[in-house]
């Protein structure tokens, strides 16, 4: 089980490993601009520093040329050019601002400003009138410029004084639009538009949703969303990307209007929503947070956003959050001092471990705390308290099971292809994951993988948004994938398209795993799953070709061009995504090995875009686990067992670690019912909701006799301690997150911690100080004095960071592993060699999850995300979130509802064998008959109490039965028609030419 780090670069390829890149030299108003070949006229003038004025042009869009502001004199051309659509080349020379070029840019811009308010832009009085002077000169609100959010930040604003139009020859009838608010998070002012249609094609090109288009021609066109409705009725995912780029007012951010623009500093952090990790900075004004803007140059996100990103931050402020530490019991709890509450800790877990021994005590960490706090949270269990039972639930529940089945097959767990990357395969194979909605940004990339002519194979029971693009949508059985998966490696031997120089090379297990697909024949695998056997076939020879098989062409859309013109597939590369979709079913483990199979039998990983992309839920769930918070990891992917890697911690630690894996989450319930575990120590985890069959573990939790919470809202896990520590926010701390694909990146703090929280660092440092047998010993191992030296640390002692320090962490941050301050990390995985030495090929069994339905339940719920996360702790205290999909809503297939006499907005009983919840519900046509979509962050309605899961059994889905209760609440009743994001109308079944 232990890794050895190799000799940097000697398997993985470097993140600084990148292409030669030829540059050329033109000549700009004289100037001599030097350049990579390949980018435009505007782009290498705004480079070198030279503005021509430009509106529909955008970073990361294809040249548009809609504006025509941008136009320019190139000599030996003839007439103007427009700047965004010349490329730049070797010793061309461009005039920006001949006499020429002017007179035509200041034409353009008058005729763009014959129907455009214009007081904004040339009113003598601009720099004079203060915010809150009435405009004496007003006949529409919106023309005033002192209330138009975008005012001094507006790019044609800038444009008017370059150019110093101060007056116009042309006049059309202006369009007075009404302003559209039909949503929280981006409002519409028509009468702002310049048409440069950004907003369309960032939402295309870039979001792949297409919400907005171009309506109607000439005189009449406007910016609308089909049949011109509110985009509440597209298919908007309100990433705000559109008024990001929106050069005027015409699209706002709703939480950056008028006033909020950030007036004292702007802070760079990390989204500490899901395990994407986008980059962003967190703006303040009044030292609170005002808003948020995405990274240009994030890596991970390459300036996006997704809603919760862009718009759900807010909670850091909520009233309830928790300000003062508490000390009590059962709804008794009393404020009390930082003093006496880390005394009561410190007491408590040192009376504990003497009377009963440190494997009485437990600890649950969590997936939003920084790498740092979670490295500490394991050292204080190990090295001050003695036990290994230490866990998370998301690394149990979601993580688990691809550690274990990646670590067999190829020595390390981690990720292999960063997440970019995957837009250049010529497949990529999508597995329980809803990714638009779980992974919005990360979504993106996948996406493109169609719209560059790759193929797409999605896997998933419900028609979820991303089968708009899919080649092929398989729809197996909940929890049946390892038996679809090994059906697909047997038509792959069967049809000899494995890669025999590739297996003999650099794999063992072949033969053995060969034998092991005997009983996986397609008309078996057909009756597990009910997947048809000829889409078994097709998608084999799809991800086995790379999506080069020619027989299957992409298929024309109702949504028109699905490939964009000219496009190609960068590779013929297959890529797997997958998520908790199919880990969290019994047959978790067992898929994800058959994915290595896959990926190793046809030679699909270990060079550009192949490999296997497993998608990690929380924003730090990565970092949990390379930290150790599991019971039978030390930190950096070592075995408990490893008594080399145990001798260097504890030399490190100057303790004597544990010697036997501890209990993990399901273990510890079972103990604390035996009283063998008495305190248990929950750092941002609400195991009390996130853990299967609630209601078994809440009255566990009510038994134990110290049970300390430490979190940022009063959970329903901390509505039973004994001991509540409150926790800065993300927002309120320094730090580093690890993203999905492997990514160290520095958290900031942007704002002080509300009321007395402190960053969990800091307690448990403090905590680690108090339970310490020696003192002197405690002050040495838990004295830190700031974030950056217990980095500092894990670089000591944890091999794959061990050239991680925060002054390094860029824009870019640094993939692991970094074996030292000269290594920039690891790009993808494999490209010379295994960590294991050869890949291992095993069999991946798949057995029945005994969830099948009965006569008593006959339905199927599946349970899983939606736009809001998680338990909902954080995501429900969010304003725009709440708003927009604060009302639980179970899905149930529309026949299915129809039969039982259930409509739109009903409330249904939704009963299993081990409990039971009510919600309103909502049809849909996603889901196939049978089954029923129960979605887990609510927390009125915890989806838990009708999951058991326990000993590695099936979390995902459960047999129910429904029962209809009441019609609908007027407000459901509406929300359920009109609110969320829309179903659109889907292809659901394999739309290829056989
Ligand atoms: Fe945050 Fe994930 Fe959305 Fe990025 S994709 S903004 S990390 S929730």
Redesign the pocket.
């Known amino acids: 089980m232990a890794i050895e780090i190799p000799p940097r670069l000697s398997l993985h390829t470097s993140a600084d490993e990148k292409p030669a890149v030829r540059t050329i030299t033109l000549t700009i108003d004289g100037q001599t601009v030097t350049t990579p070949s390949g980018k435009t006229v505007l782009h290498a003038a705004i480079e070198a520093g030279i503005y021509i004025p430009h509106l529909c042009d955008y970073h990361d869009l294809t040249p548009f040329a809609g504006c025509r502001m941008c136009l320019v004199e190139v000599e030996k051309m003839h007439g103007l050019e427009t700047a965004c659509t010349i490329v730049a080349r070797d010793g061309m020379v461009v005039k920006t601002n001949s006499a020429l070029a002017r007179q035509h840019q200041r034409g353009v811009l008058e005729v763009l400003l014959s129907d455009h308010p214009d007081r904004c832009l040339n009113c003598p009085r601009m720099e004079r009138c203060g915010p809150f002077v009435v405009c004496q000169r007003d006949d529409v609100v919106t023309d005033r410029c002192v209330t138009c959010p975008r005012n001094k930040n507006c790019e044609l604003q800038r444009v008017v004084d370059f150019i110093q139009w101060r007056e116009q020859r042309f006049f059309n009838p202006r369009r007075i639009g009404e302003p559209e608010r039909s949503n929280p998070f981006v409002e519409r002012y028509p009468d702002y538009c310049i048409y440069c249609a950004r907003c369309v094609r960032v939402c295309d090109e870039v979001i792949g949703v297409s919400a907005l288009g171009l309506a109607h021609r000439g005189m009449d066109v406007s910016i609308a969303v089909d049949f011109e409705k509110p985009l509440t009725e597209s298919g908007c995912i309100y990433c705000g990307r559109c008024a990001v780029v929106c050069p005027t007012g015409a699209l706002m951010k709703t939480d950056s209007k008028y006033a909020t623009a950030p007036t004292e500093k702007t802070t760079p952090s990390?989204?500490?929503?899901?395990?994407?990790?986008?980059s962003?900075f967190l703006n303040t004004a009044q030292g609170r947070l005002a808003n948020v803007m995405a990274d240009k140059d994030g890596a991970?996100?390459h300036d996006?956003?997704?809603?919760?990103?862009?718009f759900a931050y807010d909670y850091a402020q909520h009233k309830d959050r928790l300000r003062v530490p508490q000390i009590g019991r059962d709804g008794t709890l009393r404020e009390a001092t930082w003093d006496e509450a880390l005394d009561a800790v410190g007491n408590g877990l040192t009376a504990i471990r003497e009377a009963h021994g440190p494997d009485a005590i437990g600890f649950i960490g969590s997936g939003k705390t920084t790498n740092e706090e979670s490295y500490l949270f394991q050292k204080l269990a190990r090295a001050a308290i003695g036990t290994n039972n230490i866990d998370d639930p998301t690394a149990r529940y979601c993580y688990a099971p691809t550690v274990r089945a990646l670590m067999a097959a190829f020595g390390s767990a981690g990720p292999t292809v960063p997440a970019r990357d995957i837009e250049d395969a010529g497949c990529v194979m999508v597995i329980g994951s809803h990714t638009v909605e779980t992974?919005?940004?990360?979504s993106f990339w996948v996406k493109r993988v169609t719209r560059h002519g790759g193929r797409m194979i999605l896997i998933d029971p419900r028609a979820t948004e991303m089968s708009r693009l899919a080649s092929l949508h398989l729809r197996p059985r909940p929890g049946t994938d390892a038996a679809l998966l090994n059906g697909m490696l047997r038509v792959i031997v069967d049809e000899g398209l494995v890669a025999r120089d590739f297996i003999e090379a650099r794999a063992e297990g072949f033969d053995a795993l060969v034998a092991s697909l005997a009983p996986f024949s397609l008309a078996e695998v057909g009756r597990i799953t009910g997947v048809p056997q000829a889409d078994i076939e097709i998608a084999a020879r799809l991800y086995a070709s790379g999506g080069t098989d020619k027989r299957y062409p992409i298929p024309s859309s109702l949504w028109g061009e699905v490939v964009w013109p000219g496009q190609s597939p960068a590779t013929n590369s297959s890529v797997v995504v997958y998520a908790s979709g199919i880990t969290q079913y019994a047959n978790g483990e067992n898929a994800v090995r058959a994915i290595a199979n896959l990926a190793v039998s046809t030679g699909q990983i270990g060079k550009h875009a192949a490999g296997i992309v497993p998608l990690t839920g929380q924003?730090n769930t990565l970092g949990a686990v390379d930290m150790g918070c599991v019971p039978d990891l030390l930190p950096g992917y070592r075995s408990v067992d490893d008594v080399g890697a145990r001798a260097a911690l504890g030399a490190a630690w100057q303790s004597d670690l544990p010697t036997t894996a501890g209990a993990d989450l399901d273990t510890m319930i079972d103990r604390i019912e035996s009283g063998a575990i008495r305190a248990l120590y929950v750092m941002g985890s609400n195991p009390a909701r996130s853990l299967p069959n609630t209601d078994r573990v809440r009255a566990a939790l009510a038994k134990l006799e110290l049970l300390i919470v430490q979190d940022i809202f009063p959970t329903e896990t901390a509505a039973l301690a004994s001991i509540v520590l409150p926790a800065a926010s993300a927002m309120e701390k320094d730090g580093t997150f690890t993203?999905t694909e492997r990514r160290v990146q520095k958290v900031n703090a942007a704002q002080r911690p509300v009321g007395q929280s402190r960053p969990d660092w800091q307690i448990v440092a403090a905590i680690g100080r108090r339970v310490a047998v020696d003192s002197a010993w405690g002050d040495r191992q838990f004295g830190y004095s700031t974030p950056s030296d217990v980095m500092d640390e894990i670089s000591r002692v944890v091999p794959i960071y061990g050239g991680v320090s925060h002054d390094r962490l860029g824009v870019d941050g640094l993939q692991w592993p970094v074996a030292d301050r000269d290594d920039a990390g690891a790009s993808t995985f494999y490209t010379r060699g295994f960590e294991s030495g050869r890949a291992r090929l095993a069999p991946a069994a798949y057995v029945d999850d005994g969830t099948a339905t009965s006569d008593k339940h006959p339905f199927l719920a599946v349970t899983g995300r939606s736009a809001l996360?998680n338990t909902g702790a954080i995501s429900s205290r969010s304003r725009g979130l709440t708003k927009m999909w604060g009302d639980v809503e179970a899905s149930v297939n529309s026949d299915d509802a129809l039969r039982l006499g259930i409509g739109a907005g009903d409330l249904v009983a939704i009963e299993s064998a081990h409990g039971r919840v009510e919600m309103r519900v909502k049809l849909s046509s996603e889901l196939l008959a049978g089954q029923v979509f129960v979605p887990i962050h609510h927390r009125e309605q915890p989806i838990n109490h009708l999951v058991d899961g326990r000993a590695g059994g099936t979390l995902k889905s459960v047999a129910v039965r429904l029962e209809r209760l009441a019609g609908p609440a007027p407000k459901s009743a509406a929300k359920s028609q009109t609110g969320g994001f829309l179903t659109l109308p889907i292809l659901t079944t394999s739309r290829l030419n056989r």
């Open positions: 990390v989204c500490t929503y899901c395990g994407v990790g986008c962003m991970s996100n996006n956003l997704c809603v919760r990103g862009q992974h919005p940004v990360l924003n993203n996360w």
